[in-house]
């Protein structure tokens, strides 16, 4: 009985963590947790994603519980429910074509291709107006969107539950850009919104799955629990974060579950795909290829407007002799 406790606490822990991030940017943290799941505790690919499911379900509920209680609330249900009826049906398609699919890298690489220019635009994101959580949700009007950019959310948001159920990453990463983009929902909002909407796709991927016999309800458990943990505090840090900096985050992490359904390192460290701890290194290593020049530049950029905005000691003291003269 020591021996398990002593296992499951370590995984308690990381989960926090992954909660903490999750809860902050909209996601099921499946990214995270299901390499966790394979690497270090040697569950089959499909029972770790089912797995990671059960986890963003816990995600949901407790960020959904964690935004409700702020004020204002950065939830809007009505969109998060109409999304929640494409979102739900695609989750227990997703889990289907799990089962039936042997090679799923087209699907993959279709959402890969799509959702870089998504992560690379949200990566360059820039500061407008005041940025706070109350005038991000007093800007927003749901009766604005037009049916066009609706029903385009409707079929993102299909595809995100799909990919709940496919890959197990909890359909957030698909769902907050459709939701900020498409939509028009203040970074904050989409976040949330999204955390609320998962919790049907995330409840009905984990319905299918149990009855496929795929979860591991233990791992999933323990999971749910850090995560529980983790989301109350990543809800409260998220409030603190002005949009645009949610948004590189969100973009920040983004990246990294493209690079894996595209299986990229995997093709260059390891193509016959026989150690999946060499190809997560891979994706890894051609994750920070991508972010850390795109740091570089974001630095520049920062520096320049600085430096734009206060201009040097030598040209104020120029412009304060101009005057006196």
């Known amino acids: 009985m020591q021996d398990i406790v002593f296992q499951l606490l370590p995984i308690v822990a990381f989960a926090v963590g992954v909660g903490i991030i999750s809860a902050m940017v909209g996601i099921g943290g499946g990214i995270l947790n299901t390499p966790l799941l394979i690497i270090v505790f040697l569950l089959p690919a499909q029972q770790a994603s089912a797995t990671a ?83 991000e949700l007093a800007a927003f009007d749901v009766s604005d969107v037009s049916r066009e950019r609706m029903a385009s959310a409707l079929l993102g948001a299909f595809i995100g539950g799909v990919a709940a159920g496919l890959l197990g990453i909890g359909g957030g990463a698909i769902v907050v850009p459709v939701l900020n983009i498409l939509v028009g929902l203040p970074m904050h909002a989409a976040a949330a919104t999204s955390i609320f909407t998962m919790i049907f796709t995330a409840g009905a991927g984990t319905a299918r799955n149990y009855i496929g016999g795929h979860v591991d309800l233990v791992f999933g458990l323990t999971l749910g629990i850090g995560m529980l943990i983790g989301a109350q505090f990543g809800a409260r840090f998220a409030s603190r974060v002005n949009a645009a900096q949610l948004k ?3 973009g920040l992490i983004l990246v990294f579950p493209l690079v ?65 003269t």
Do not use: C
């Open 248 to 250: 590189r985050i969100f």
């Open 53 to 135: 499911l059960v986890a963003a379900l816990f995600i949901a509920v407790a960020g959904t519980w964690a935004y409700g209680r702020q004020k204002p609330s950065p939830i809007i249900t009505k969109v998060g429910l109409l999304l929640a009826v494409t979102t739900a049906p695609g989750s227990i398609i997703g889990v289907g074509l799990r089962e039936l699919i042997t090679d799923d890298y087209l699907l993959r690489l279709v959402f890969g291709v799509s959702l870089f220019p998504v992560a690379l635009k949200m990566l360059f994101a820039k500061q407008k107006g005041r940025g706070d959580l109350a005038s």
């Open 260 to 324: 894996k359904m595209m299986k990229l390192g995997q093709f260059w460290l390891d193509p016959l795909g026989v150690d999946f701890l060499l190809a997560t290194i891979g994706d890894v290593i051609i994750w920070a290829i991508i972010v850390i020049p795109i740091g570089i530049v974001r630095m520049y950029q920062l520096h320049r407007s600085q430096n734009e905005q206060n201009p040097s000691t030598e040209e104020a003291e120029r412009d304060i002799g101009s005057q006196m």
